[in-house]
């Protein structure tokens, strides 16, 4: 090749790139899955004509934005294997899929308060919260 990458590194980056792919992917399911339950949850409250059932869907929608964030995490540490093992002073045994020296790097909080989650899940739990706070005062 005449880059100087050999073909063992850019079946590795292969490699590394598909694990990022499948977490991105496992991610947006998690999103679609937690939309879904909000939505069900509030049509329901709505349709049985008790907002008390807003409460219900706290647990798991806070489930998934933790999931979510897990899988962000990951993805996260994944990037910074991907970005050690394109560089060519070899810091990254060829084949490597151990992402655990990055954990450090990569903190849960900071995957968990992104701005698009916070933005995302703040925004189904707020509502579904100010929905229950709402039946409990009427």
Request: hydrophobic fraction near 50%; charged fraction near 15%.
């Amino acid at each position: 090749m005449s880059s100087g990458i050999s073909s063992d590194t850019v079946k590795h980056l292969e490699f590394l790139q598909a694990v990022i792919t499948r977490l991105n992917q496992t991610a947006f399911l998690i999103k679609g899955w937690a939309m879904t339950l909000t939505a069900g949850v509030i049509g329901l409250a709505a349709s049985q004509g008790d907002l008390r059932i807003c409460g219900a869907g706290l647990v798991p929608v806070s489930s998934f934005w933790l999931l979510d964030s897990y899988f962000l995490r990951q993805e996260r540490m994944y990037r910074r294997l991907y970005d050690a093992a394109r560089r060519p002073d070899g810091s990254v045994e060829n084949f490597s899929m151990d992402a655990t020296p990055y954990k450090t790097q990569v903190p849960f909080r900071g995957a968990a308060f992104s701005p698009l989650l916070l933005l995302f899940y703040a925004t189904s739990v707020v509502t579904l919260l100010a929905l229950t706070i709402l039946a409990f005062t009427l």
